[in-house]
């Protein structure tokens, strides 16, 4: 800067000096320019303008004296012209020097730069209900989805459920499935061409209004102090707030082998490879009897009419359901499992699983020393939590639940939320919790989005969850769901009605919605199947409400059979009701009504 200020001083004299003058002025000027950006070369021409203020005050003193005895005499005014002319070009030199100097301070204003992103590990339910939440919000946010599969985000429960019931052969590549109401949806959220497909971490510098998605990657490293997280190629992204929604990894079996035969069901990949193998009379062993197991064992059966498959069940609980259902109701689910074709082998542990080496086949060799020759076997026993990246970033962990414990805005550290299956959170009515369910994802996953822009407000939603065990028999429940607590049971008639198909093509507020989804009921072929026969002509247990209780308070409602009632389950389980209000609580949900 000492150099353009000098230049420019001796400027405003040089049409009194002329043009000898200015160029003696500018002769030591130019080789400066070319190293302005040295710090030590700006010190060196302080030096030698040390003589500057001098020159300049006898100039002051005797040039116009000095102007007026070597001024030659007037001269025709066009000559005048003419003189003017040939001052003209020094005249010009002054402006380029001030429009270089204005160029070169343009350079040092600092570059334009895309906002910190908002950014969102997992590529699951929960972020996607986040970056959401975060544009509707902050429509200019840059927001990053970073996933480890190469699919765009979608809903887990289609691919134990109503994939399995579609008609069309190219299910598994089109995943385009109609639910129990009849409408067509498909089981990735929104098409990958309305996301911004970033290919590494420089595309998070990228101006764009769309969410960005990051595939293919994982996160190996947060470091909550910096605001940054490190991918699995060592680049590294510098956030404005982080989300956690890494979900889970299936459980394995203690005997488990590495082999292809036998595999874990959890993700688009796990449905894909199914499909294929359910075919041509295979036979199929799924280990677990809880909810997934028991949605995945059915749904088979459902194949098997036209596939010739043989479906076997096992799990070491009394019946399907036992760790969340009362034992009465635990052993009439099982009845209706058998009855739609399913092999149950309740009360069985697997002690061992191996391969045959000359057949290929996969044996399984139960606790009561069975044997089992079999040509896959799914294992469904549930996930962990992946909470591997929260604990090396030093964040709270929940050893209890193994969830990352967040406060009631669901924020684990400043700037770092947690949302779905791995997070602890504190429920207002029950105390602390971890859950691993659909709506739980979609909730705590848009709750945390707001959050992170600004809404800090708790986290109270009562999730509920819901399995279908086909398009005759459904539940969905609210709380504590526990087979060890007390429980109250009111049962009613049921009619075809009373089914997940016959309920989903009257619903259209349903909690089963993908996130930002409208229901739109109508009817299908499954629905008129169901509505045609009265699946519980003789069952006792056709529909009705299960009441958890502890303490004498409500703390858990299954509602079997009985649809659209959900927020009426939330609001007991939020009012905290006792045991001895139930039967005024009945009367919400209808089960009694003159049509049954």
């Not at 779905?420 to 709750?447: N, Y």
Request: charge should be negative; avoid cysteine; charged fraction near 25%.
């Amino acid at each position: 800067m000492n150099i353009l200020k000098t230049t420019g001083h001796s400027a405003r004299f040089v049409q009194k000096r002329g043009i000898s003058a200015l160029k003696s002025q500018l002769t030591p000027v130019k080789p400066a320019r070319a190293s302005r950006f040295y710090s030590t070369q700006q010190q060196h021409v302080q030096k030698e303008s040390s003589n500057v203020p001098w020159a300049i005050g006898s100039l002051l003193v005797f040039g116009p004296l000095l102007f007026k005895l070597t001024s030659p005499p007037p001269a025709p005014k066009k000559k005048e012209i003419v003189e003017e002319k040939k001052e003209t070009p020094v005249e010009v030199a002054v402006p380029v020097e001030e429009e270089e100097e204005e160029e070169e301070e343009a350079v040092k204003e600092p570059v334009k730069v895309v906002q910190k992103p908002y950014v969102l590990v997992g590529a699951g339910t929960a972020s996607f209900a986040a970056a959401q939440a975060i544009k509707e919000k902050d429509p200019q946010a840059n927001v990053i989805i970073i996933g480890e599969e190469s699919y765009s985000p979608y809903m887990r429960p289609p691919l134990s459920k109503e994939l399995w019931f579609s008609e069309d052969p190219n299910v598994a590549e089109t995943l385009v499935f109609k639910d129990w109401s009849g409408s067509e949806r498909n089981t990735v959220y929104q098409d990958i061409s309305k996301y911004e497909v970033i290919k590494d971490a420089s595309g998070s510098d990228i101006v764009t209004d769309k969410i960005k998605l990051l595939l293919n990657k994982s996160v190996a490293k947060l470091n909550v102090e910096d605001h940054t997280v490190t991918l699995d190629d060592g680049s590294v992204i510098y956030y404005n707030k982080v989300l956690l929604a890494t979900g889970g990894t299936p459980k394995q079996l203690p005997s488990q082998t590495d082999s292809e035969n036998v595999t874990t069901f959890r993700n688009i990949q796990d449905f894909k490879k199914l499909d294929k193998i359910a075919k041509d009379g295979a036979h199929i062993a799924v280990v677990g009897g809880g909810f997934l197991g028991s949605e995945l064992a059915v749904a088979l059966a459902h194949r098997a009419g036209k596939e010739n498959l043989k479906v076997t069940q096992i799990f070491p609980e009394e019946g399907n359901m036992a760790k969340v259902f009362p034992a009465y109701l635990t052993k009439w689910t099982t009845s209706r499992v058998r009855k739609v074709g399913v092999d149950v082998k309740d009360k069985s542990t697997v002690k061992s699983v191996s391969t045959d080496k000359e057949t290929g086949k996969t044996i399984i060799e139960l606790g009561n020393d069975e044997k089992l020759t079999v040509d896959h076997v799914i294992v469904a026993i549930g996930i962990e939590p992946r909470i591997d990246l929260a604990k090396e970033a030093g964040l709270e962990i929940d050893e209890k639940r193994s969830g990352v414990v967040v406060n009631a805005e669901l924020e684990a550290r400043t700037d770092v939320y947690a949302a779905g299956d791995m997070v602890s959170f504190h429920d207002v009515q029950l105390g602390r919790r971890r859950i691993e369910h659909h709506d739980h994802a979609v909730l705590s996953g848009r709750h945390a989005g707001e959050n992170m822009v600004g809404a800090s407000r708790a986290y109270n939603h009562q999730s509920m969850f819901w399995s279908d065990l086909g398009p005759e028999i459904g539940y969905e429940a609210v709380g504590l769901i526990d087979s060890q607590l007390s429980t109250v049971s009111v049962w009613a008639k049921a009619t075809a009605q009373d089914t997940p198909a016959a309920a989903a093509a009257s619903e259209t507020d349903s909690p089963r919605v993908a996130p930002g989804e409208e229901a739109v009921a109508t009817t299908t072929s499954v629905t008129e199947a169901v509505k045609a026969k009265n699946p519980f002509q003789d069952e006792k247990f056709g529909k009705g409400l299960v009441f958890y209780v502890r303490d004498q308070k409500i703390v858990g409602l299954v509602l079997f059979n009985v649809f659209g009632k959900v927020q009426e389950a939330r609001d007991i389980i939020n009012g905290g009701y006792t045991s001895d209000k139930i039967d005024g609580l009945l009367k919400k949900f209808e089960l009694y009504s003159k049509d049954h």
